[in-house]
């Protein structure tokens, strides 16, 4: 029998799932970063560009499939984060819609502000959408400073459940060191994947040997901030929840114990790590290995996923709050019984969703791109 509780796991499972999956597909933003850097030519830039821009709408879809499935399935966050923490996610929204305006109009007829106006729209966005997207996403460990009181919905003046502390509104989590270094390990990340997509899907000697070089630069970085955060992680207090009372308190090695008490997830995430290191270093070791893409995508995918699970799983709090009583939890933050069994039954269709997005993927991917693909490209950007 599907029970209550099973909902909350499952959707919990997806979130986690499509955290991975917007991890991956980062690499976009993360190869907007370097169109100034990696490229030295024009004919360089467009080709970067328009490798990219085959591919930024599965990045913009998958955030605001994030948000939405949030949004329903768990809205007590929603309503929290988005909008006590509303600085840090406006922010993040606006380096996206410049992102969706630079691809749109950077190449249109009657460009007043200049193509490199637009190519600097990209370079913010990958610059500052990775890196706040990870403080967001450390807070889930770190906490916030918000409260919630369910009994103001009785307020018929003021039914506001849920407020924040302070006057910052979510930009005080850039003042956690914490969070800067995962911040900094997802756009090292970002930066790592792009050239390593760049490698994979470009047919130009020039830039594929530049970005076998720029992969020293930003994986080792991304190493270091990662292993940083991670260590620091499953060595601090983390935020427990008493099964049967809800009582949310400090508990020590909190996330290092749910590794050990979930082996399941803790094999998956060591999988993970195992397969974006793989990517990386056969692609450094081989002048002729080109595939570092999908391992280390694979292994992103899986290694944020077994994280977020560990947030979520084990009696213990997703988004915990300073004021602990008030932190939120998979069972206290969920929607009704009713509405994530009826979205259980249209999750059904995600996989058939992602053999789409498969299918697409490879019939615009038949062969390496080169800039006469581009020149030949009446629709190219």
Not at 157 to 180: C, D, F, K, T
Not at 266 to 278: C, E, I, R, S, T
Not at 322 to 340: G, V, Y
Request: positive net charge; proline residues 2%.
């Amino acid at each position: 029998m599907i029970t209550y509780s099973f909902l909350q796991h499952y959707w919990w499972f997806l979130i986690s799932l499509l955290g991975g999956l917007l991890a991956f597909l980062l690499f976009v933003q993360g190869g907007q970063s370097m169109l100034f850097s990696l490229s030295k030519t024009e004919d360089e830039r467009r080709l970067l560009v328009n490798a990219l821009g085959r591919k930024w709408e599965y990045t913009f879809t998958t955030l605001v499939t994030f948000g939405g499935a949030f949004f329903a399935s768990f809205p007590l966050f929603y309503s929290t984060s988005f909008g006590g923490a509303y600085w840090v996610w406006m922010v993040i929204l606006f380096c996206f819609i410049i992102q969706a305006v630079s691809y749109e109009f950077q190449s249109k007829p009657g460009n007043t502000y200049g193509i490199n106006t637009y190519r600097s729209f990209l370079f913010i966005n990958g610059l500052l959408g990775t890196f706040l997207i990870g403080v967001a996403i450390a807070t889930f460990f770190t906490g916030s400073d918000f409260i919630v009181n369910k009994g103001n919905i009785t307020q018929q003046l003021a039914p506001v459940i849920s407020s924040w502390g302070n006057e910052w509104h979510g930009l005080e989590a850039l003042l956690n060191v914490r969070n800067l270094m995962l911040g900094l390990a997802v756009f090292f990340l970002a930066r790592s994947l792009a050239v390593l997509f760049f490698i994979n899907r470009l047919n130009h000697p020039v830039l594929e040997a530049r970005s076998r070089k720029f992969l020293w630069y930003n994986a080792i970085p991304f190493v270091i901030f990662f292993l940083i955060f991670v260590i620091w992680t499953l060595f601090s207090n983390g935020y427990a929840v008493n099964a049967s009372t809800g009582i949310v308190s400090l508990e020590k090695y909190k996330y290092f114990t749910n590794f050990i008490e979930m082996p399941g997830i803790l094999v998956l995430f060591l999988l993970g790590v195992v397969a974006v290191l793989v990517g990386i270093i056969a692609t450094w070791l081989s002048p002729v290995f080109r595939n570092g893409i999908w391992y280390a995508g694979i292994g992103t995918v899986v290694t944020v996923c077994s994280l977020l699970l560990v947030a979520g799983y084990n009696n213990t709090s997703f988004y915990p709050s300073i004021h602990l009583q008030s932190s939120l939890t998979i069972f206290n933050a969920s929607s009704s019984e009713f509405t994530l069994k009826a979205m259980s039954l249209v999750s059904l269709f995600i996989p058939v969703v992602l053999a789409y997005i498969f299918i697409a993927w490879r019939s615009m991917e038949k062969k390496r791109m080169d800039i006469e693909d581009v020149n030949g490209d009446e629709h190219a950007y």
